[in-house]
């Protein structure tokens, strides 16, 4: 079944404690990206990845790294997180290319940092 | 489920009318548009999509219409049903060096009523 996965999907941490949030697509999809969900803001893109080992900054990329290494992988590291990134994540994928395509997203991890 | 947003507009609908959700975008460069659906404690489903080439689009049971002059993008979904309960977001690509990053509206919140 063609689809994309978080883990975990319910996390609670506490103020610096280093956490990754992992995201895997089966679908050879070369675009990856994560997003935050909060109340009132809608979606909003933290990081993307057009392909294996090319990232760059979305729109809220602050206390927020990504790594790509894998193409089918694109974990979502916090390297010291805070309270003001207590929110809802979602990873997506799609093809890439000429044009815009369809973005498959995951189930989402629920996060509150303490 | 999770909440994602406790002050979204809200639609609410008799099962088996029609329901249209509205949406204005922001970018008159935008050449891509897609219509999401959110179901409590999943993520985004796609539903349709329309290119800026074209203002009408249909689907099974969902019509998508954009009209460029006044950047306004609307849902329309026939026979509404019980299962159609969700929140629905619109999102624009940005065309030519956007690739495919999408920007999301907030979303409107679709109720219906047995």
């Known amino acids: 079944e063609a689809q994309v996965t978080q883990n975990p999907r319910y996390l609670i941490t506490v103020t610096g404690k280093k956490l990754t949030v992992t995201c895997s697509q089966n679908?050879?999809?070369?675009?990856m990206s994560w997003y935050r969900q909060d109340p009132g803001l809608g979606l909003r893109q933290i990081y993307y990845s057009m392909n294996v080992e090319v990232t760059d900054k979305g729109d809220v990329p602050e206390g927020y790294k990504v790594s790509r290494k894998e193409k089918r992988n694109f974990p979502l590291i916090l390297e010291s997180p805070s309270p003001n990134q207590t929110s809802l994540y979602f990873c997506a994928s799609s093809f890439s290319g000429d044009g815009a395509y369809e973005q498959y997203f995951g189930p989402g991890t629920r996060l509150t940092v303490t | 489920g999770e909440s994602v947003g406790l002050h979204l507009p809200t639609l609410s609908v008799q099962e088996g009318d029609n329901s249209i959700i509205n949406c204005a975008y922001s970018n008159s460069a935008s050449d891509y548009f897609i219509w999401y659906k959110q179901e409590s404690g999943k993520g985004p489903q796609f539903i349709i999509d329309?290119?800026?080439?074209?203002d009408k689009r249909q689907g099974q049971r969902v019509t998508v219409l954009l009209n460029k002059t006044v950047k306004h993008l609307s849902l329309q979904i026939a026979a509404t049903q019980p299962g159609d309960s969700a929140v629905y977001f619109c999102?624009?690509?940005?065309?030519?060096?956007?690739?495919?990053?999408?920007?999301f509206g907030g979303g409107t919140r679709l109720m219906v009523k047995p």
């Open positions: 329309i290119r800026s080439n074209m």
């Open positions: 679908m050879n999809h070369e675009y």
């Open positions: 999102a624009e690509n940005l065309g030519n060096n956007a690739g495919n990053m999408l920007t």
